[in-house]
């Protein structure tokens, strides 16, 4: 996934509801199901679609430090053959109603999506059960897979964007997993074996831990049953799912140069930030935005618009379920390197050194309560929302507290936390480029 | 591929515009589907086209305003200049200072962009339905008052010129899609970039700018779409209300450049040190949505690349382990005739001379053997279902309806499926024959640089 889109996931959830004097509706209904799994269902009748999504424990996070990619490849071999179809023969079911069923690994989770028209929901939900419960894991479409998988590594350092996460991850999460790429690298998935696979999958993909989104044109009840009927025999297995340790919260903060021949230089900054957990997390959600979240921003303004030394220049937060990253990021031409990053990291400084404007509180206030519903305007954002609340422990309450939260958020506390995570010495630094 | 430009890079997928062709909004939802989304249409004594399409899902709405101006209204030696006043419109007017704009709509938890494709620029902006009127009130604003300050105008340039660098410049697989466009079209302006040469960009003077915004941006040039969360009747009096006053201008001069029929085969080797994975493109020239044959072509691009068990996926990826990805790419909805793209992506160790005659077996075989019912239908369904999928959003929505008015009517949404539906495994036969011959193919090739050894030996 690109920055860009990383960053995007990272913002839905720093949205709310809009409308301060309407009462919000609940956004889905939530409950337990016996084997532990939390399924949440949103109604959205007018449409004949449904989208299924359900999540797993099974993220790039839980990689054995010898066998970086392994959730990435499990996850990517779920769709390509069960104990009743072959990979081909799941593409070509499942393609010939015009539907689609994907499996991703993410950092935090491994993802499968299920989006079909309604009528063929029961051939979607069969479809859907076998890839979680019966994926037979084919050595030949393993082969295949690795294969694919470095060929796509290997064509992501044409991208400097992609390069420079790259190396700045491990400068952010020293010796934790959110530090090491997602999908591994050619050595680490080249040394991966079937038997790490299968193991993978059955400590991982298990009911305790998953939570099933449905979002679109079924009932609760219906949509239960169905469920229920399919998974019937998915139990936790015995053995615990292993913990997940906590990133480090500050690190030294250091450089790297990586170079390339490029026109330009692509500058990323990056430390480690705060969950949604922390109280501080609104007021450095709202210096967020008047730093580098809209075109109006401090970055924006000063480095693109007056200055015309970029094309993209931003900053955001990146709150994963175990810890949080920073980045800020711009592209600028090789001889104005110096001069950007300069202005960059003076905009970061003075958040924390001035108050800001009241205009601009307003601002960031304004945007991020008031441009909620746009977040929410597919039942694909929607399933995506609301697995990504579940999956951080949020509660489904969280649009309200957090338009609250933001609401209260005074110019002071913005310049405060600023201060305590937007100080540019705190910051490693990657540049790819001349 | 490079088929549109955004405005800023925090933007929408620019995919999902340029795929907007198998659009939603069809003929079934107007017509005999669902009536709840009707379409309300109008066109002012000022010659502003609307369309309006109430939907009460949400409580947003889209406002999108598509200018008929695109790269292909420019001439050699100005190139990139639709988009480069695309990124003046973000400048200012005299109301409506630098960037306020954008900056009000945010403060309204709105969230504004614009593209430019080779056929239009587009403007477009998601907010609370609520926020209507100020939308309109801007968009008219800087449809006749934008003010194109000369200082303004050499800050942005280098923005656009940064722009070029992170699209095209820098990134390999953006130089040879460029070079085909080079290659395939002589006469026609589809042979340069979107966003122009690297030189006109730099070129450019304000007064150029001032009168390609003269020419294009008047409401007889203009399609105004909304969908959301609205009433027909009430958005339309405040629409009169905001473009009403504003004048006619002169009807643009039609583009006149006709792409003469190619006679000889032409290629284009690009190598470039970033490379990684050799691409290999195959293109020929095919008519666009006014010729009888583009729901065949539009069926046979679906079939050859729409997911994994479409043709050149199944056979060039999964099968003989060439590509990393394939496929084939049509644009329906191109205002003048283009091309239609065979490309892949090598998988490591493969030679762009077998997998260029991989992709031209497949040509073949598609002229020498009906296509079996199953991949027919497939692919049919396959449109069929993305037609509904693509209703939930009312973005895509407005996008697509702008998109079919650009080319006549949105009432040609209505013709869509029937046609894609009455397509036969004859007629994808017959089109392959007609229009993808062997002697007269463009192609391109990207290659990672000669290792610098090599051209010492």
């Known amino acids: ?434 | 591929m490079v088929g549109m430009l955004q405005s800023r890079a925090l933007s929408l997928s620019a995919l999902l515009l340029s795929l907007a062709l198998v659009g939603s909004a069809s003929a079934q939802a107007v017509t005999s589907g669902p009536a709840r989304f009707p379409v309300t249409e109008a066109t002012l004594d000022n010659g502003l086209r609307v369309l309006i399409q109430e939907d009460p899902r949400n409580p947003i709405v889209a406002v999108q305003i598509f200018y008929r101006v695109g790269s292909r209204n420019e001439l050699p030696g100005a190139t990139g200049l639709a988009h480069f006043l695309e990124h003046m419109m973000f400048k200012g007017t005299p109301t409506h200072g630098r960037g306020e704009i954008s900056r009000l709509i945010e403060l309204n938890g709105g969230r504004d962009n614009a593209f430019t494709t080779k056929d239009m620029t587009g403007y477009h902006v998601s907010i609370a339905a609520d926020r209507l009127d100020l939308v309109l009130g801007l968009e008219a604003d800087r449809m006749r008052n934008l003010l194109l300050a000369p200082a303004e105008i050499d800050s942005e340039r280098k923005v656009v010129m940064e722009e070029r660098r992170t699209r095209i410049d820098d990134d390999p697989e953006g130089v040879v899609y460029e070079a085909m466009s080079s290659i395939a079209f002589l006469a026609h302006p589809y042979r340069w970039p979107i966003i122009g040469w690297m030189s006109d960009i730099a070129r450019i003077n304000p007064g150029e700018l001032r009168a390609f915004y003269d020419t294009y941006y008047r409401p007889n040039n203009a399609i105004l779409v909304i969908a959301g969360d609205v009433k027909a009747p009430a958005a339309l009096a405040q629409v009169r209300r905001h473009f009403g006053p504003i004048p006619r201008g002169a009807t643009p001069a039609p583009v006149t450049a006709l792409e003469p029929d190619q006679s000889d085969e032409r290629r284009v080797i690009v190598r470039k040190e970033a490379a990684q994975l050799p691409v290999v493109n195959i293109a020929w020239h095919v008519p666009n949505f006014r010729s009888e044959d583009a729901p065949a072509l539009e069926l046979l691009s679906t079939l050859l690349s729409e997911g994994r068990a479409s043709r050149l996926y199944r056979h060039l990826v999964y099968d003989k382990r060439m590509a990393l990805g394939a496929g084939g790419e049509y644009s329906y909805s191109s205002l003048d005739p283009t091309l239609f793209w065979f490309f892949a992506t090598l998988l490591p160790g493969q030679s762009p001379e077998s997998v260029e005659q991989a992709l031209l077996a497949e040509v073949e075989q598609l002229k020498k053997e009906p296509v079996p019912a199953e991949e027919l239908t497939r692919a049919r369904n396959q449109i069929e279902a993305s037609f509904v999928w693509e209703q939930d959003s009312v973005f895509t929505r407005a996008s697509v309806l702008g998109r079919f008015e650009m080319l006549g009517s949105w009432r040609m949404l209505d013709d869509f499926l029937p046609k894609v539906r009455a397509v036969t495994a004859a007629d994808l036969q017959r089109v392959a024959q007609r229009y993808f011959p062997l002697d007269r193919k463009n192609v391109s090739i990207l290659l990672p640089a000669e290792p610098a050894t090599a051209a010492a030996r």
């Not at chain 1, 730093?291 to 924006?300: P, Q």
């Open chain 1, 1 to 434: 996934m690109s920055r860009l889109a990383r960053l995007g996931g990272a913002l839905l959830l720093t949205a709310t509801m809009a409308g301060s004097t309407q009462a919000a509706a609940p956004l889905a209904r939530r409950e337990v199901l016996p084997n532990g799994a939390v399924l949440l269902v949103a109604e959205r009748p007018s449409l004949p679609i449904v989208v299924i999504r359900v999540s797993l424990p099974a993220g790039a996070v839980r990689d054995p430090a010898d066998g970086l990619g392994l959730a990435n490849l499990t996850a990517d071999l779920l769709t390509r053959g069960t104990a009743r179809r072959s990979g081909p023969e799941l593409d070509q079911a499942i393609e010939f109603v015009g539907g689609s069923l994907e499996a991703d690994a993410g950092r935090d989770s491994a993802i499968v999506t299920l989006s079909v028209l309604k009528k063929d929901l029961a051939l979607g939900l069969d479809l859907l059960a076998e890839v979680l419960r019966q994926p037979t894991f084919p050595a030949d479409e393993m082969a295949r897979k690795i294969a694919d998988i470095q060929a796509s590594l290997r064509r992501a350092e044409q991208s400097p964007e992609t390069v420079a996460a790259r190396t700045l991850g491990p400068l952010i999460f020293p010796g934790h997993p959110y530090g090491q790429p997602t999908a591994g690298t050619v050595e680490s998935v080249g040394k991966l074996t079937r038997e790490q696979v299968v193991a993978f999958h059955r400590l991982h993909y298990r009911p305790d831990g998953a939570n099933i989104v449905a979002v679109g044109d079924v009932t609760e009840p219906e949509i239960r049953r169905a469920l229920l009927q399919r998974l019937a025999g998915w139990t936790a297995p015995s053995a615990a799912l292993p913990p997940v340790p906590a990133p480090a919260a500050t690190v030294t903060a250091s450089n790297r140069q990586i170079t390339r021949d490029l026109s330009q230089t692509t500058v990323l900054l990056g430390r480690p930030s705060i969950r949604q957990d922390d109280p501080d997390y609104f007021p450095l959600a709202v210096a967020t935005y008047v730093l580098g979240g809209g075109s109006a921003s401090r970055l924006y303004t000063r480095v693109r618009e007056e200055r015309g030394l970029a094309y993209s220049v931003y900053a955001g937060a990146q709150p994963g379920r175990y810890g949080a990253s920073y980045l800020v990021s711009l592209q600028t031409r090789t001889d104005a390197v110096a001069e950007a990053v300069k202005l960059v990291r003076e905009e970061m400084a003075r958040m924390g050194r001035e108050p800001m404007a009241p205009g601009e509180l307003e601002l960031a206030k304004s945007y991020l309560i008031g441009s909620f519903p746009l977040r929410l305007d597919t039942s694909g954002k929607l399933a995506r929302f609301l697995g990504a609340v579940e999956e951080s422990g949020l509660g489904l309450d969280y649009p309200e507290r957090y338009k609250e939260r933001i609401g209260r958020v005074t110019v002071e506390e913005a310049q405060r936390v600023a201060a305590k995570y937007l100080d540019p010495a705190t910051f490693s630094s990657v540049m790819v480029g001349k």
